[in-house]
């Protein structure tokens, strides 16, 4: 069965600086991989989805991912923070097996200081 | 184009009465799906349908919960007799068929037992 991991509950970055946000996978199959940004009260929004066209993927808001079929990852960046960043942000993972679920890391906290 | 929409956004109530929450999903969608987030245990897919019948209702916690989707345009979340430990935000998401597609959420339904 497929999962995702989410080093990190919390990270903190300065205005400016580099956002590196850590998700790895596990699946048997090729994965489709999806980041989501939840920001405060408010539903989770769609970031950006990998489904093996490319492996570099880019989203909104200037965040970008890349998969790395060796490193079982697919990590989220952005190279300039900004405070309107500051939200939690999942990765999600599902296969084609034709069970239409995802499964969804424990989340990051992004915390974004002046 | 309108998104997800889910009624009410705040419900207070006391333990004991019955709680019906409500999701309009994306027209044209082909599923829907049924999550409830809290602290302690994140992101939990309860149910979802596809094409108004439910497919895997394995999340559901237990007996006191129960969804429908009488149409493609509405669906229901309904809670009998409520818990305080029911208190969460409860989410309803829709999608096109295909496990690469994206889910799109809605804003939620923040439910507190009292």
């Known amino acids: 069965a497929q999962s995702v991991t989410q080093l990190g509950s919390h990270v903190s970055v300065s205005e400016g600086a580099l956002v590196l946000l850590r998700c790895n996978y596990s699946?048997?199959?090729?994965?489709?991989l999806f980041w989501y940004v939840q920001y405060p009260n408010q539903g989770l929004q769609l970031l950006l989805k990998?489904?093996?066209?490319?492996?570099l993927v880019k989203g909104i808001n200037g965040f970008e991912a890349e998969f790395k079929k060796s490193e079982t990852s697919f990590h989220l960046t952005k190279p300039s923070a900004h405070m309107s960043d500051a939200a939690e942000y999942f990765c999600?993972?599902?296969?084609?097996?034709?069970?239409?679920?995802?499964?969804f890391g424990t989340g990051t906290r992004l915390l974004v200081s002046p | 184009d309108a998104g997800v929409i889910q009624s009410p956004r705040h419900e207070v109530t006391e333990m004991g009465q019955e709680v019906t929450l409500r999701c309009k999903p994306i027209?044209?969608?082909?599923?829907l799906f049924w999550y409830r987030q809290t602290m302690m245990r994140g992101l939990e897919l309860l149910i979802y349908?596809?094409?108004?019948?439910?497919?895997?209702d394995s999340g559901m916690p237990e007996d006191r919960f129960s969804a429908k989707m009488p149409n493609a345009s509405f669906s229901t979340l309904k809670i009998q007799p409520s818990e305080p430990r029911d208190s969460a935000v409860y989410f309803c998401?829709?999608?096109?068929?295909?496990?690469?597609?994206?889910?799109?959420f809605g804003d939620g339904t923040r439910l507190s037992i009292l």
């Open positions: 349908f596809n094409n108004n019948v439910p497919i895997d």
């Open positions: 027209s044209g969608h082909d599923y």
């Open positions: 999600a993972v599902s296969e084609d097996t034709g069970f239409q679920k995802l499964v």
């Open positions: 990998y489904t093996s066209a490319a492996t």
């Open positions: 998401a829709s999608s096109f068929l295909g496990t690469n597609q994206p889910q799109h």
């Open positions: 699946s048997s199959v090729p994965p489709y």
